[in-house]
């Protein structure tokens, strides 16, 4: 058990070469930058559940979508982040979808809760920061992001996504987390 545990952290904290969508910075100040982002394809689905358990109900979801529950039984490889914000019923999670793909291309789902879409061009900014998903951290992060924001008079729109970029096998204050905010 003791061999298991140091393989796991040893491998949870290798580099490995994921795709993330593409941005430009625009600026960046103290605590956070400012992105733009082109227009991505996501698959995504929505839980009704609380922030904590959200994100692993919607990945058991989505993982089966891109591990070739899909109708052209296609493998498609994971991507960074998965995003997640506050819906009517609960919440939206997202995969995004590697580049090489349009809404023709990608198979569709053999369950009807993931739906593929294409997220919009957009400008966001953007708050970085390490440590564990709960959401009591993330709200407190949010909170003084928000402060920041304020401060320099930027104005946001919709809900604000939490992005996440490392396995939940990663050690915890290793984890790269991100606060998206649209901007206005």
Same mark, same amino acid.
């Given at each position: 058990?003791?061999?298991?545990?140091?393989? /796991?952290? /040893?491998?949870?904290?290798?580099?490995?070469?994921?795709?993330?969508p593409?941005?430009?910075?625009?600026?960046?100040?103290?605590?956070?930058?400012?992105? !733009?982002?082109?227009?991505?394809?996501?698959?995504?689905?929505?839980?009704?559940?609380d922030?904590?358990?959200?994100?692993n $109900?919607?990945?058991?979801?989505?993982?089966? #979508?891109?591990?070739?529950?899909? +109708? @052209?039984?296609?493998?498609?490889?994971?991507?960074?982040?998965?995003?997640?914000?506050?819906?009517s019923?609960?919440?939206?999670? +997202?995969?995004?979808?590697?580049?090489? #793909?349009?809404?023709?291309t /990608?198979?569709?789902?053999?369950?009807?809760?993931?739906?593929?879409?294409?997220?919009?061009?957009?400008?966001?900014?953007?708050?970085?920061?390490?440590g564990?998903w709960?959401?009591? !951290?993330?709200? $407190?992060? /949010?909170? @003084? *992001?928000?402060?920041?924001? +304020?401060?320099?008079?930027?104005?946001?729109?919709?809900?604000?996504?939490?992005?996440?970029?490392?396995?939940?096998? +990663?050690?915890? *204050?290793?984890?790269?987390?991100?606060?998206?905010?649209?901007?206005?």
């Amino acid at each position: 058990m003791k061999y298991f545990t140091l393989v /796991l952290l /040893l491998l949870s904290g290798m580099a490995m070469a994921i795709e993330e969508p593409e941005y430009t910075v625009e600026s960046v100040v103290e605590h956070y930058e400012i992105r !733009r982002y082109g227009a991505v394809l996501v698959a995504e689905t929505i839980v009704a559940s609380d922030f904590s358990d959200a994100g692993n $109900q919607a990945f058991r979801i989505l993982a089966s #979508y891109i591990f070739g529950a899909n +109708q @052209s039984k296609a493998k498609i490889a994971m991507t960074a982040p998965v995003n997640q914000l506050k819906s009517s019923i609960g919440y939206l999670v +997202q995969f995004t979808m590697p580049k090489k #793909y349009t809404l023709d291309t /990608l198979p569709n789902s053999n369950d009807t809760r993931v739906h593929l879409r294409q997220v919009p061009a957009r400008r966001v900014a953007v708050f970085t920061y390490s440590g564990s998903w709960s959401e009591s !951290r993330y709200k $407190q992060k /949010l909170e @003084s *992001f928000r402060e920041e924001l +304020q401060k320099n008079k930027l104005e946001t729109i919709g809900e604000p996504v939490l992005a996440r970029y490392n396995s939940p096998f +990663q050690i915890w *204050f290793l984890r790269r987390n991100e606060i998206w905010l649209e901007l206005k």
